[in-house]
């Protein structure tokens, strides 16, 4: 069974997504999540703001990118065969209980900030 994904976002939810997405904004609000995209630089150079709100989004992209990592590191995604296709969202979903099986990916003291 496929699961269209903005079917799976509740009210309040995240989505933290690329310059290449904003099509999605209004379905987003929709159900009242909040998109999260890096700022389009209109002039050639960002604003202050523009700087700082790009430097929090890609704090939070490193920590996205390490937890994809993880789940990669399994291996198990390298050799699913063709026959197993039915059974990729429960398979997914154990490389995901694996990865989180581990030590958490940002130290307290990172969380905070």
């Given at each position: 069974?496929?699961?269209?994904?903005?079917?799976?976002?509740?009210?309040?939810?995240?989505?933290?997504?690329?310059?290449?997405?904003?099509?999605?904004?209004?379905?987003?609000?929709?159900?009242?999540?909040?998109?999260?995209?890096?700022?389009?630089?209109?002039?050639?150079?960002?604003?202050?703001?523009?700087?700082?709100?790009?430097?929090?989004?890609?704090?939070?992209?490193?920590?996205?990118?390490?937890?994809?990592?993880?789940?990669?590191?399994?291996?198990?995604?390298?050799?699913?065969?063709?026959?197993?296709?039915?059974?990729?969202?429960?398979?997914?979903?154990?490389?995901?209980?694996?990865?989180?099986?581990k030590p958490p990916l940002i130290k307290n003291s990172e969380a905070s900030n």
């Amino acid at each position: 069974m496929t699961v269209d994904f903005l079917s799976c976002i509740e009210p309040g939810d995240t989505v933290l997504a690329d310059k290449g997405f904003p099509q999605i904004k209004s379905e987003l609000l929709k159900r009242n999540a909040l998109l999260v995209i890096p700022p389009f630089a209109f002039d050639p150079q960002f604003t202050n703001s523009e700087i700082d709100e790009t430097y929090k989004i890609a704090s939070v992209r490193i920590h996205v990118e390490r937890a994809i990592q993880r789940i990669k590191l399994c291996n198990i995604l390298k050799f699913i065969p063709i026959t197993l296709l039915p059974h990729i969202d429960a398979i997914m979903h154990m490389c995901c209980v694996i990865a989180n099986s581990k030590p958490p990916l940002i130290k307290n003291s990172e969380a905070s900030n």
